[in-house]
């Protein structure tokens, strides 16, 4: 499998091997459609010194920390969990709400914000990708 870096948004920088890979298979969604692949994410995002989140925070506290390439997008919103944790050793390791947008865009809840020392872990992630 071929792992490509999605476009991070400024000051967020790919660790433990992150990346995004697509699985060709022929299955069908719920639609009928036949789906062109599966995405799998693995690795982990952390912020540098410069990152800060949108401020003021958006209500719904999604904030967007990386896009998707075509050909490996849904075609409609998947909602997924992952991990998050403000130190690497992930002793305090919760899950947070991972939304991927048919735009590519992957947005994460960020309820206590996003530690320097902390990080984003999206190791099993997966969906199909349709467009």
């Known amino acids: 499998m071929s792992f490509i870096v999605p476009t991070l948004k400024p000051h967020l920088y790919a660790r433990y091997h992150f990346g995004a890979c697509k699985i ?71 899950p947070a709400l991972c939304v991927v947008f048919s735009t590519g865009d992957v947005a994460v809840k960020m309820e206590g914000g996003m530690s320097v020392d902390g990080a984003l872990f999206f190791d099993g992630v997966t969906f199909v990708a349709e467009q």
């Open 24 to 94: 060709p298979v022929e299955i069908a969604d719920p639609g009928g459609l036949p789906g062109t692949g599966v995405v799998y994410l693995r690795g982990a995002i952390s912020p540098d010194p410069m990152y800060s989140p949108p401020s003021p925070m958006p209500p719904t506290k999604l904030v967007t920390v990386f896009t998707l390439p075509a050909g490996m997008r849904p075609a409609s919103t998947r909602w997924v969990h992952i991990y998050t944790s403000t130190y690497l050793g992930m002793y305090d390791a919760r």
